[in-house]
């Protein structure tokens, strides 16, 4: 659907507009919520789930991501996974008082009426939460620190992890995510999921992940997936990486005790 209204906004700004204000916050936003009634989307259910705000502007990581892409993409996209998450807590207690990543992690414990909504919607909040604080204006580069003597001692050298996630994120077919995971094992690897799924789901940690779904890239760089791959890397926040591999390296010890 993005990529349709991608096609008339182009040409019309009042068109994007439009578009842009099916998301239940830009319209609070722009009118002020008198035009709720009039919106597609039935009224967001409250919490307990709630979009993260992005931390830093639209526009922050271009030429990377564009602007209208960041918009839609945060605005629309995730916030739907998160009203979705929130219809379906409002309906089922056991989803409540648990955090999304606690839900995604153990999907077999929820009642099955609700296990693929909480697989996709659960995994699509998750996902991109993390999406958001891996990137950062002026990002990029070489590894720093830890994740950096890491991605060496386990693919030799940044530009062939680079080359070996780029490969794996262009040939998952149709929409998914490429992931670095802290494996079960210990050890770093590079694996792709299809849809929302999140390796968390199968006992891995994600360390960064890119989201391949068109969405994330179409309106810049139409089909051609391969180069917004490699223009991704300009854009990534190795403190938060850092951070998150001193994460997954706690958990595996929690898990292997
Ligand atoms: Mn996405």
């Avoid at 789930?49 to 605005?75: C, G, K, N, V």
């Avoid at 998450?85 to 414990?109: C, F, H, M, V, Y």
Wanted: glycine fraction near 10%.
């Amino acid at each position: 659907m993005a990529v349709e209204m991608a096609d008339r906004g182009r040409s019309s700004r009042r068109d994007f507009l439009r578009c842009a204000l099916a998301a239940p916050a830009a319209l609070a936003l722009v009118t002020g919520g008198r035009e709720a009634l009039a919106a597609p989307q039935p009224a967001a259910a409250k919490g307990p789930f709630e979009l993260p705000p992005l931390p830093y502007s639209f526009r922050a990581l271009e030429p990377h991501i564009d602007a209208r892409t960041m918009q839609i993409h945060h605005d629309r996209h995730h916030a739907t996974y998160v009203s979705n998450l929130n219809g379906l807590a409002a309906n089922t207690p056991e989803l409540r008082g648990k955090s999304p990543e606690q839900l995604i992690r153990d999907l077999n414990s929820l009642p099955e009426a609700v296990r693929a909504g909480v697989r996709n919607n659960g995994g699509g909040h998750v996902n991109h939460t993390m999406f958001w604080q891996i990137m950062k204006p002026g990002g990029g580069g070489p590894p720093t620190g830890t994740i950096g003597q890491a991605i060496n001692g386990t693919f030799n050298s940044f530009d062939a992890f680079k080359t070996a996630f780029n490969d794996a994120g262009t040939k998952r077919f149709g929409s998914g995510w490429v992931w670095l995971v802290h494996g079960k094992d210990g050890k770093l690897a590079i694996t792709t999921t299809a849809n929302q799924d999140n390796p968390l789901m199968e006992g891995a940690y994600p360390i960064l992940g890119n989201d391949v779904w068109e969405h994330a890239y179409y309106l810049k760089y139409q089909n051609r997936r391969a180069d917004y791959l490699a223009a991704w890397w300009n854009t990534v926040n190795w403190e938060v990486i850092n951070r998150r591999l001193a994460q997954g390296r706690l958990q595996g010890q929690l898990q292997s005790t």
